[in-house]
């Protein structure tokens, strides 16, 4: 029989004290970190955003790196990819503990009722572009990381809390790079905690795989007064998407999994159509060029499960085009991927999901849920290129307002969850041992 593993303590309510004492604190260093408007694309103000994480790590005792990934996509002297990386080492030989956060923030859209770069804060939630997604969960890790060190200074192993670049577009820039140099990975790191919002009861285990791909249909140019001339390879792209509609999006409505996504209309496989772009710009005044396409092109976001392969995945959509190909005069097509993720799962076993498991019993007084998200993030890089499974998402804020306009997060939710990653850290550092 494996004993009980047991965590909390006097401890653990020392570092909920502190914790809930840091308010004010933690509410200024997510404004902070609102106010400086990372907004990608193009990817503005990360040099800012890392030199101000670099001065509060630094103060906390941490050795600090910046680190531009030059000459990944998106790098430009305009709009340099930087990240800051920064490690604390223990008193004595341990894991190590990683605390991964994007400082990267999508536009802002319209239909705010604040400034989203004001940082505002009213009845305990805090607004602004990225207050959610994923500011409040930084700030959250630094506070918890913070007070962690002030109550046990002398921890073993060694702990990281990174700042990455381009989350929002990919993680080349950001996660990519830097696990490729072997520092968001095996064998430096042995855990690691993403912050996204996924809501503080909420372990993020893993996510969906993704399949980009454009489709091009091909016809002859001819007189628009004369389309019998010519072949529109707008209608032959119209004969595509009826066929999806007709044999595609019922087979992958049918195609349901037990791996508890959230929400739950993504606990299926899902396609979306991007785009579609066929024939000849308008001109400047407007009128339209009188042809008959000769090319037309879409892209498809297809979304699969942990149960499906790629290749399947992407020979079901090869399938109905070939279909179309034998069935429909004239109807030729090309198709190329533009990009593609194959699903990510961390074991339910794993350390990092047990400890922060058993510390949301501690803080919250109830099970965790786990989750799997719809969505990739950067925990496919970790996964991949770092070579590192003990990984997951957990932080505070509500996933639904992630992008959308009035992105808030709540104070409460963020003290909860920073409480959640310090008890977290300790079980990981300390191997399960009490407080
Ligand atoms: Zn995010």
Known sequence: MVAARRTSGPGTDALAAAIASRREELVALTQDLIRIPTVNPPGADYLQAC???????????????????????????????????????????????????????????????????????R???????????????????????????????????????????????????GVAHLAEKGLLGAPRVDHMIIPEPLNKDRICLGHRGVWWAEIETFGRIAHGSMPFLGDCAVRH??????????????????????????????????MNINSIHGGLMEGHDGF????????????????????????????????????LTRSRQGFSY???????????????????????????????????????????????????IGRLKDCIAYGPGILDLAHQPDEYVGIDDMIASATVMAIALHDLLYGGKAI
């Open 334 to 384: 090309g198709i190329s991927d533009i990009f593609e993720v194959n699903p990510t799962l961390t074991d339910k076993g794993a350390p990092v999901v047990r400890s922060v498991a058993s510390a949301i019993r501690q803080v919250l007084g109830r099970e965790p849920e786990f989750v799997i998200s719809p969505g990739t993030y950067d925990q496919k890089h970790i996964d991949r």
């Open 288 to 323: 339209p060029a009188a042809c008959v396409p000769d090319s037309c092109r879409m892209v498809i976001d297809r979304r699969f499960l942990i149960e499906e392969e790629l290749q399947a995945v992407k020979d079901e959509v090869s399938d109905v085009l070939d279909d």
């Open 123 to 173: 009845d305990g939630r805090i607004y602004g572009r990225g207050s959610c997604d994923m500011k409040g969960g930084l700030a959250a890790s630094i506070i918890a990381v913070e007070v962690f060190l002030e109550i046990h200074p002398d921890y073993p192993g060694a702990i990281e809390i990174s700042g990455t670049a381009d989350e929002e577009s990919g993680g080349y820039g």
């Open 51 to 121: 030199e101000y994480l670099q001065d509060r790590m630094t103060r906390s005792g941490f050795e600090v790196e910046l680190i531009r990934a030059t000459g990944a996509p998106g790098d430009s002297d305009a709009f340099p990819r930087w990240n800051v990386i920064g490690r604390r080492e223990g008193k004595r030989p341990g894991p190590c503990v990683h605390f991964n956060s994007h400082i990267d923030v999508v536009e802002t859209g319209s239909g705010w009722s604040v400034d989203p770069f004001s940082g505002s804060e």
């Open 237 to 270: 792209m119209a004969a595509v998407l009826r066929a999806f509609e007709d044999e595609l999006y019922p087979a992958l409505a049918r195609r349901t999994t037990p791996m508890p996504i959230v929400p739950e209309g993504a606990r299926q496989s899902t």
